[in-house]
């Protein structure tokens, strides 16, 4: 059977990943019967926009429709069968885990209420700082396997932004495990003064040994923070020169051969090499990356799912990164993203110029300065994923 369509829906969608990308959602269908799109993104590893996209397109070709979420049709069912050779439906990952490998034990699930009842407080995200949470138990899982890898217990860590709470996290599974404090010290840095306030309350009503340093990573490192570390944590802006930021000031943290816990988007192969590259130039190597580790509010743009990568340090740096003045944010480096038509009067706005609100979800709220309307779209042509 003729596999054009795949190139076909892919060249609709402009995806990166080309025709792997589509096949990867067609699999997903086919394996789970029917789901939800959203788990379709994940499975596939796509942007949400990016598998909506998909799916448009492959409902006008006759493969799949809409029936208790996503289904294949009985053309789209011979597609894959025939073309792609599918014919295995058995879910192969492990039903208590997820495919994390780790669980949170019974005596952590108090731990995770208070974690979700103090997270609960936060202030809000600001996604031009492209703050992103995780939900409660992701927090918690990181904070395990760090334990279960030997990064916690001992060891001094170093948080590079912390809108994740994973500082807390690290606190309240010491005090539920231990009865105090797992390592020789967590700091936190934050730029956010809101997010560097809310940390420190949180730290002083449960009794948390937290030091939150408020500081902008485009700025060098405090002095006394250089090569005082032996683990560093972060979950930097999405972008190469965000991860590139985070990660430069995280190797110059280390002591020369510590380790870094490197939470990032789920990258198409070729963006994903540029991503292992850096990692080899900063003088890091991949121990272990653990896909769709994580799990995220409000994220539906990445499908709520991000990989975690464990990183290992076999060179310090030879010179510290001097100021960063380059672009380091989603909407810094994405400028086309940042254009949305109006679904009523097709008016077109860009956010954050001349007075608009800086982010869609504002501009919703505000409405459309033409008509009022609530409902937007990018523009055509702006790549969403």
């Known amino acids: 059977m003729d596999t054009s369509i795949l ?12 025709p792997a990308g589509v096949a990867a959602v067609l699999r997903a269908v086919y394996r789970a019967g029917s789901l939800r799109l ?89 996604v031009t700082l492209d703050q992103c949470p995780c939900v409660p138990d992701t927090a918690m899982l990181r904070a395990l396997l760090m334990l279960k890898d030997g990064a916690l217990e001992g060891r001094r860590v170093l948080i590079l932004g912390d809108d994740d709470s994973l500082s807390v996290a690290i606190g309240l599974a010491g ?16 730029s956010d003064p809101r997010r560097v306030a809310f940390l420190r309350a949180a730290a002083a009503s449960d009794e948390i040994a937290i ?58 192969a070729p963006q994903l090499a540029e991503l292992q590259r850096l990692f080899l130039d900063l003088g890091f190597v991949v121990r272990a990356l653990h896909q769709g580790f994580n799990r995220y509010l409000g994220a539906s743009v990445l499908g709520n799912v991000g990989d975690l990568f464990e990183l290992a340090q076999v060179r310090a740096p030879d010179a510290d990164l001097p100021v960063w003045t380059g672009p380091l944010y989603t909407a810094d480096a994405n400028p086309r993203e940042r254009i949305y038509v109006c679904a009523a009067c097709g008016a077109e706005t860009v956010l954050g110029e001349d007075g608009t609100p800086a982010t869609i979800v504002a501009l919703k709220d505000t409405g459309c300065g033409q008509c009022g309307g609530k409902v937007f779209r990018r523009r055509a042509g702006a790549a969403p994923g």
């Open 175 to 190: 005090r539920a495990l231990r009865q105090g404090d797992l390592t020789r010290g967590v700091t936190v840095v934050e």
């Open 211 to 268: 030091e939150v340093i408020e500081h902008d990573l485009r700025a060098p490192l405090p002095s006394r923070l250089a090569r005082a570390f032996d683990v560093v944590a972060t979950d930097p802006p999405y972008t190469l020169a965000g991860a590139k930021l985070f990660l430069s000031r995280g190797a110059e943290a280390l002591t020369g051969d510590g380790a870094c816990y490197f939470s990032f988007t789920q990258w198409p």
């Open 7 to 18: 190139e076909t829906v892919a060249h609709a969608t402009r995806l990166r990943e080309g």
């Open 38 to 126: 959203q788990e379709a993104a994940r499975e596939a590893r796509l942007p949400l926009p990016v598998a909506t996209a998909i799916r448009r397109e492959l409902e006008k070709a006759g493969f799949l429709e809409r029936k208790h979420g996503l289904s294949l049709t009985e053309t789209g069912r011979r597609f894959v069968e025939t073309a792609l050779g599918l014919g295995v439906t058995h879910d192969m990952t492990c039903p208590a885990c997820g495919g994390r490998g780790i669980v949170i034990p019974a005596e952590l699930r108090a731990a995770v209420d208070r974690l979700a009842a103090i997270v609960a407080d936060a202030p809000p995200v600001d």
